[in-house]
């Protein structure tokens, strides 16, 4: 009978997925040598890089929603019940304590459905404990499923919003998004094969972005905040469409804080270096999110967001359709936000002359229908 390999291909396939090699050295007349290699793994070393991954992970959330309360629950198979794997802003007796069985409460719904919740006010919905109350600043909570694939692994709950307001539609399309990120981190730990790598790859990536996302303005992102979604709407966006690149606006800038500090702080007009590490900026946003980020679309958006629409732009000079969608969007709202904001060479300019200057560079350096839409959403918005 002849031999067929297949057990051998197997066997590979399985010493591959744990990491490891496996090398035959077969000479005639004596016979062959297989030799394995696993790589040797710290159980103690592994849990600490995944805590360290998710606890940035929380604080990224936080820092992106603006929030004081985050909390990642994850599935434990065994018990069917849901426990905090990190959290940011909640005391460590909470976090402890915690233990839902998949239906029971807020988080336990969500888990159960796979659907997010909006909830406005905690104190009148039956599904939340009272004595879990009391941790709480504001009267507003999400709760969102976090999913590998079709298959609910945890949940993800935010609450306390910095300002003190309740958590809109937009906000739950974001926390949707992050919670998505988040299924996709766990998704690639499920299949990696050198997962202490990744998840150092992750932190590092993590740290990073937190960092950029406490130093960047907070006004000018308000700014975007208040425009975008009726932008989106006008424009006749999809709900899909629309939350990725409301997403894309809360780290598409992000890469600023990765260029020289003198270019973004110092005085008087800007040099040639200073604006060449300024044009770089694209670029290093992208390098950050890279690890995290599964969509192509959040990727072409920060990094095409300074593309001209009449193809003098950068960083790769395209035109017209050819610049992603949400990137011609960010660029009149990244624009507007610019403008109405004070330089260091400059005063800031009026909200009149902000969009009389968008106005007057419509097609050449902006989409002319997003610049009239646009436009028309300040002009409506103010009058109401």
Known sequence: MARTGLGLYISRKIIELHGGEIHVDSRVGEGTT????????DKGDYQKELQKTLDLLSDMIAE???VKITSLMLVDQSTDELTIKSSHGLDPTTVANTRLKIGDKIAGWVALEGKPLLIEDMEKDLRMSRRSISQYNTKSLLSVPIKVGDRVTGVLNVNN?????VFTEGDLELCTALAERVGTVLHKLDRYNNKNALLKEMSR?????VKAKKEYPADRESTIGLYI???LKGLGISAEEGRIIYYASTLYDLGLGMVTENALKGSGPLSDDERRRLREHPLAGLSLIEPLEFVEMVK???LHHHEHYDGTGYPDGLAGQDIPLGARILAVLDSFCAMTRPRRYRPPKSVEQALEELENEAGTRYDPAIVRKFIETVNAMREE
Do not use: Y
Not at 34 to 41: D, P
């Open 64 to 66: 992106v929603m603006h």
């Open 300 to 302: 072409m958006v920060i």
């Open 229 to 231: 979604f009726p932008l």
């Open 161 to 165: 919003k910095e300002d003190g307001s």
């Open 205 to 209: 990536s993590l740290e990073t972005l």
């Open 34 to 41: 297989f030799t394995v290699t696993l790589q040797r793994h």
